[in-house]
């Protein structure tokens, strides 16, 4: 019983059957954009997951250039093969993942672009390489008043959605 256990445990974790949720080494269509951070892509098994750009948090749809980032997001990813890297979820069941497509960050794209933050309160959850990358990103996008960096005092969406919330 204990040989036949240990086998059944050994095929589970050599075939990945252990965690449902792993991403990487697979590659995934883009069938829909909800906004400038989450997408829903097609999985191996044809099935529909919701993504959540990690690291990013981009304005919401009712926000100021909330639709401007999902554009830019869509025209992005829209359609494409992308990889994701990333396994955990969050509170609503979207995975989190760093989202690239021909061999591109999206969500430093969505960064540089001045269509998102680089959402620190979730910093370390990224590797320190991403960290520095995402927040030079910011600042460089900042500085060149680029998207939502045009406005004098642009309200991150985590104030806009929550006004006492911290950053």
């Known amino acids: 019983m204990r040989r036949r256990l240990a086998i059944v445990l050994v095929v ?38 919701r993504v959540r750009l990690q690291g990013i948090d981009a304005p919401e749809n009712g926000q100021a250039f909330g639709t401007e980032s999902g554009r830019h997001l869509s025209d992005l990813l829209l359609g494409k093969d992308v990889t994701l890297q990333g396994e955990k979820t969050d509170r609503f069941g979207r995975i989190l993942c760093k989202v690239l497509v021909d061999g591109r960050d999206a969500n430093l ?44 005092a642009p309200t991150p969406p985590w104030e806009y959605r929550h006004p006492s919330e911290p950053r």
């Open 109 to 152: 794209e969505q960064i540089n672009a001045g269509f998102a933050w680089f959402y620190r309160q979730y910093e370390k959850d990224l590797s320190s390489e991403d960290r520095g990358s995402y927040s030079n990103a910011e600042s460089e996008a900042h500085n060149a008043k680029r998207g939502l960096w045009s406005e004098p």
């Open 12 to 49: 589970l974790l050599v075939t990945g059957c252990s965690h449902p949720q792993k991403t990487e080494g697979f590659k995934y269509k883009v069938i829909h954009i909800a906004d400038g951070d989450t997408v829903t892509v097609l999985n191996v098994d044809n099935k529909k997951v």
